[in-house]
């Protein structure tokens, strides 16, 4: 398990390491813990590491905890965030940003400890991602929140069902394997996958999805395309 703790106080990241360490141990979980003193830095070795779940300050100098967090959210990164901080006066801004869990300083081991059980439960329980290759690192994408993928030359466009689009350095033909029909997706078209879900409805020619896109349906795939969705509709 990967975790990254953002902070400018170096006093405060140690102590917050130390208990992680502290309730790593009792559970048996191992764990790497990254430190970053500003959130900058904290966004670009995310993009590299693809943290599985980031502890931040809110208030730091220039780019401060709810923004990191915000850019964060703004490249699709659905990272667990736990905001530890010293001010109340951001509690409903964290819900903008999903956050997973907003503790006050000096931490509370006992409350941070609950909070790490929570997030390895939702870990868990947590809906079947895709870690990508963006053109400023590696996101993970949920797979319920694809509506669908086109191909485009060397480059896969993943268009989400809130109306964004990403652009993955991914063979199409390896999105075939993770967007399969055993995940509630279906290849209806030589450059297009779509997720049956997400399907509002459809004619021989083409699927419209909830959000109102039109995607085509090759006339090969046209009966298949019938049949998978209302097996998968009515499994």
């Known amino acids: 398990m990967k975790i990254a703790i953002c902070d400018d106080e170096v006093q405060f990241i140690n102590t917050t390491v130390a208990l992680l360490e502290k ?12 430190r970053f ?5 904290l966004i670009r070795a995310h993009h590299t590491h693809c943290m599985d779940l980031i502890i931040l300050d809110i208030i730091m100098p220039l780019l401060n905890g709810m923004d990191t967090a915000k850019e964060l959210r703004q490249e699709h990164q659905s990272v667990p965030i736990i905001f530890l901080t010293s001010s109340r006066e951001f509690a409903v801004d964290s819900y903008e940003v999903k956050a997973l869990n907003y503790l006050m300083k000096p931490v509370d081991p006992e409350k941070l400890f609950a909070a790490m059980d929570d997030f390895t439960q939702t870990l868990h329980r947590e809906k079947e991602t895709f870690t990508a290759q963006t053109s400023s690192g590696f996101c993970r994408i949920t797979l319920d929140d694809v509506d669908y993928l086109e191909a485009q030359n060397k480059l896969v466009q993943v268009c989400l069902s809130n109306n964004t689009t990403l652009e993955i350095r991914e063979l199409f033909s390896h999105c075939e394997e993770i967007f399969s029909l055993d995940e509630g997706f279906f290849k209806c ?10 399907v ?11 959000n109102g896109t039109q995607i085509p349906i090759s006339r090969n795939n046209s009966a298949a395309f019938k049949e998978a969705y209302f097996s998968y509709m009515f499994r």
């Open 23 to 34: 309730w790593a141990s009792k559970h048996h979980v191992d764990v790497t813990l990254y």
């Open 189 to 198: 078209h030589r450059s297009y996958i779509v997720n049956l879900d997400h």
């Open 37 to 41: 003193s500003n959130g900058d830095d």
């Open 200 to 210: 509002d409805q459809f004619t021989k020619t083409t699927i419209h999805t909830k």
